[in-house]
């Protein structure tokens, strides 16, 4: 899969998941946004983002400056063929996300955080006892 995503100039990703109720005659159908595992494979194998619009990819990429954001077909496709037509625009945005990527959201940052979240939760369990 890496070796695909690397071979891509743009990845495609609708952030939207439809939740379908577990309740017998509960009969909502409803749709949630967030951040899908393709956002950071896409951006950590350089390929530009497409994202559909949602607050929760923006809390941790810049629109425009890291990915480039949609709302309806339309702007969709006007998008993919401007960055498929302007491959300098197209490469500054993946490299700009890459950069911010490899800064803010690999698996040391992972990690380095659920450590200091347990150092932390460990020092109020100590305070408490």
């Known amino acids: 899969m890496v070796a695909f995503l690397q ?3 743009i990845v495609l990703n ?6 379908i109720s577990p309740w017998e005659g509960d009969d909502r159908d409803t749709e949630t946004d967030h951040v899908k595992g393709r956002v950071f494979e896409a951006i950590a ?3 530009l983002l497409f994202e559909s619009r949602n607050d929760f990819t923006r809390r941790l990429f810049v629109p425009d400056k890291h990915y480039v954001e ?3 077909l339309e702007e969709l496709t006007r998008k993919l063929a401007f960055y ?4 300098t625009e197209r490469e ?10 490899l800064a803010n959201y ?3 940052h992972y990690w380095r955080e659920l450590e200091d979240l347990i ?3 460990t020092a109020c369990r100590s305070v408490e006892t």
């Open 14 to 19: 609708f952030s939207s998941t439809p939740l």
């Open 84 to 87: 498929l037509e302007n491959d």
């Open 45 to 47: 194998c350089g390929a």
């Open 106 to 108: 690999t698996s040391a």
């Open 70 to 72: 949609f709302s309806d």
């Open 119 to 121: 150092v932390e939760i």
């Open 7 to 9: 071979s891509c100039k």
């Open 92 to 101: 500054r945005i993946a490299q700009a996300a890459r950069d911010h990527y």
